[in-house]
């Protein structure tokens, strides 16, 4: 293929929010083709924001590759505020924030239910009249079969009822039932489709033990050990001081931390699902390749040789192979991956060629019934030949040639419909 589809899409805003486009380096683009190539995933639950363990986010996400997010029950509603007068809901609205801020750093994605974080409870059963249990619990079987996570890890145990706060030990409740339910094609929710989750874990440590040394003496034949203390030569940072960065976005519970370096282990006990036979491997017994979908086969033997082959000092060269596979991704006949996988080589087939397209407006704020100016800003830094075929605001157009490190710009004037939503952004 010698054309390469790019399309525009603006849509109108009530808050045009100017970001400048991410431009990624080679070492971040390979890391980008490395997750491409990996069909894992990963799901994190736990009650509230600032409960997820970001070493372990970020070791599976950005280490394993895997597709990983957290799913706080709450959004913290219900704490303390140690930046502003927001409580209650505006707090809820803060601390949301500061969770997607996290996982923009650690690699994760961000998932919320409807359970209300209404402060200390003492005890489960307070916790889930209180949310409504089954309205809950039919938020986390949703999540989990739109996610459709191969693993999940729970921060908080189900056997801690009356020991702890009663939104933790609900949080492992829930998850617990949901691991079934969630299988189950007799329990309709929402048009979802049953999806088997095929291991479970409790992100333990020697806290939830009492000591170091009755850590140490515990049984450990149904744990998985995991140093998050990994090394990125591609960003200059260790595992752990991206979760400390991740973990310093919870600005409003004063959080923050420069990191740790060096040797970090984290332990995983096996609540439901088979053991690994091979404890350093998580994913035992799970297809993670692209053999895992009907079609996969000849993507996985060209990303295979994007992979092996990506030269760091011309990112652009892996584009005819990228646009091959792309081809074929877009023609698989699984739904899910199919938009996963299609979303993420778009960008990796933009971030090669170093193409920077930015839109930009002259006011920082809009209604649905304003006029505003816009100017977009298009080039392509590759040698590899591009055709802006289309965007799209209220009319288009299209069918240029974005010729090498040459600047493509457009002026246009836009009037924001009156029947736009407001956006949430």
């Known amino acids: ?15 045009i929010n100017a ?29 509230h924001p600032d409960d997820e363990n970001t070493r372990m986010i970020s070791y599976f996400s950005n280490h394993m590759h895997a597709r990983t997010a957290y799913l706080s029950l709450t959004r913290g509603d219900g704490g303390q505020n140690l930046i ?48 409504n249990e089954k309205e809950v619990l039919n938020d986390v079987v949703r999540i989990i079969r739109n996610f459709q996570p191969d693993i999940i890890i729970n921060r908080f145990k189900e056997e801690s009822a009356g020991k702890t706060h009663g939104h933790h030990t609900s949080s492992a409740m829930l998850s617990v039932k949901a691991f079934d339910l969630s299988a189950n094609k007799d329990y309709h929710i929402n048009n979802t489709n049953p999806w088997e989750i095929k291991r479970m874990f ?22 998985m050990s995991f140093d998050t203390g990994v090394y990125f030569p591609s960003s200059g940072l260790s595992n752990t001081e991206i979760a400390s960065l991740s973990r310093s976005m919870h600005k409003s519970q004063g959080f923050g931390s420069t990191g740790s370096r060096g040797s970090e282990m984290e332990y995983l006990k096996l609540i439901k699902g088979e053991m690994p036979d091979d404890k350093a491997n998580i994913f035992e017994g799970i297809n993670t ?10 993507i996985k033997e060209i990303l295979d040789g994007v992979e092996k082959n990506f030269d760091f000092k011309n990112p652009s060269a892996s584009i005819p192979d990228l646009v091959k596979a792309y081809s074929l991704i877009i023609n698989i006949e699984d739904n899910y991956w199919r938009k996963i996988k299609e979303k993420q080589i778009k960008e990796i087939i933009a971030d090669c060629a170093g193409l920077y397209l930015e839109v930009v407006s002259d006011s920082p704020n809009a ?50 419909k009156d029947y736009l939503s407001i956006s949430e952004t």
Request: a positive charge.
């Open 202 to 223: 409790f992100n333990t440590s020697w806290w939830f033990y009492g000591s170091k040394e009755k850590f140490e003496k515990a049984d450990k034949s149904k744990m």
């Open 367 to 416: 209604i649905p019934g304003d006029k505003i100016k816009l100017k977009m800003e298009l080039i392509n830094r590759s040698l590899q030949k591009m055709y802006l075929i289309s965007y799209t605001i209220n009319n288009g157009f299209g069918n240029t040639l974005v010729h090498q490190n040459k600047n493509l710009e457009y002026n246009l004037k836009v009037n924001l």
């Open 1 to 15: 293929m010698k054309r390469i589809l790019f399309i525009l899409f603006v849509f109108g805003f009530s808050v």
């Open 19 to 47: 970001q400048a486009p991410k431009k990624k380096n080679s070492g971040e683009i390979y890391q980008s083709i490395q997750k491409l190539n990996f069909l894992g995933t990963v799901l994190y639950l736990a009650a």
């Open 289 to 298: 390749t692209w053999t895992r979908i009907k079609g996969g086969n000849k």
């Open 84 to 131: 502003g007068p927001e409580i209650r809901e505006l707090l809820g609205v803060i601390r949301t924030n500061e969770l997607l801020q996290a996982r923009r750093i650690d690699g994760g994605e961000q998932f919320f239910t409807r359970a209300n974080d209404f402060g200390y409870s003492k005890h489960p059963d307070e916790t889930l009249e209180i949310w």
